[in-house]
């Protein structure tokens, strides 16, 4: 059973001059729902070579993901990215969401080992009839349907790696399973994505690395994010924002100013593109293009 189907991830991000690339979450309601589409109408014209959907841990939002995706394949002209995580699923159950993504229109997936259902920093649950590895998990996509498979990188290192080094074969292990692209979680240094590529090409893995983006224009959502992945905002950064913490507007501002700058300095240094988590708003995305002068 074949579940890919024309040209592969890999030539579409590398088939452009640049890849952009849009994520959204599956919405709680209907005002949610209403608001994500709305960010799908004003970010479609601008091209995306995908958008993904993300997938709630231990599968909480399985049936939206599947519902929204499969909407995406039909009522617009956007290649939309599945999630799908290892976290409390069988092979079973994993093959059934498969068919589903299949029956929807939907050809690539993000697989992810994804989070604890107690968070990023609990410990990991192993589901009996399941699936350790997000690397166990590509190599069951391609084995059974040939989908198109991206996977999740970490420029700083996963929280729970026990080196740089122990994170790269990690990501290694992904891409002999037939991953064919990698998506960071958000790079807070532009000097930390270029450290994982360089340390990536180092062991043969030559797939496309997408670094990701989270605009800043919130302190407290952006310390929030930043310590959920165990790392620590930049301090160059923060003596940029923290003094505007009175003046959201200000900060706002600013933080699109940085994550611009950000920009600017990864695809000057080579990043194949950039990947934009929009928190299902499609503003800050939109201010950042403008100054980076890319038009729909």
Request: proline share 6%; charged share 25%; net charge negative.
């Amino acid at each position: 059973m074949t579940l890919g189907r024309g040209r592969s991830m890999r030539e579409l991000i590398e088939g452009g001059e640049r890849s952009f690339s849009f994520e959204f979450f599956p919405p709680k309601d209907a005002e949610g729902e209403e608001r994500l589409w709305r960010a799908i109408t004003e970010l479609e014209p601008y091209r995306p070579t995908f958008v993904s959907v993300t997938y709630g841990a231990g599968g909480s939002s399985r049936d939206t993901t599947v519902r929204i995706t499969g909407r995406i394949a039909r009522e617009t002209g956007l290649t939309p990215v599945a999630h799908l995580t290892c976290v409390g699923h069988t092979r079973d159950e994993l093959a059934q969401i498969l068919d589903e993504y299949r029956d929807g229109g939907v050809f690539h997936i993000m697989a992810l080992r994804g989070d604890p259902p107690g968070g990023p920093h609990t410990e990991w649950v192993s589901t009996d009839g399941g699936l350790e590895y997000a690397s166990e998990l590509v190599a069951f996509i391609k084995e059974h349907y040939g989908a198109a498979v991206g996977v999740a990188a970490f420029p700083e290192g996963h929280v729970n790696a026990e080196s740089l080094e122990q994170d790269t074969q990690v990501l290694k292990a992904k891409y002999d399973a037939g991953a064919e692209f990698a998506v960071t979680e958000m790079v807070l240094r532009a000097s930390d994505y270029f450290g994982l590529v360089e340390r990536a090409r180092a062991i043969g893995v030559d797939f496309p690395i997408i670094p990701g983006i989270m605009p800043i224009v919130n302190l407290r959502s952006m310390h929030r994010m930043v310590e959920l992945s165990g790392r620590q905002m930049p301090p160059e950064v923060t003596a940029r924002i923290e003094p505007l913490a009175d003046d959201p507007e200000a900060l706002r501002a600013e933080g699109i100013r940085i994550s611009t700058e950000l920009c600017e300095e990864l695809l000057a240094g080579g990043a194949p593109g950039l990947h934009f988590y929009t928190l299902n708003f499609s503003r800050a995305t939109r201010e950042i293009f403008a100054a980076l002068q890319i038009t729909a």
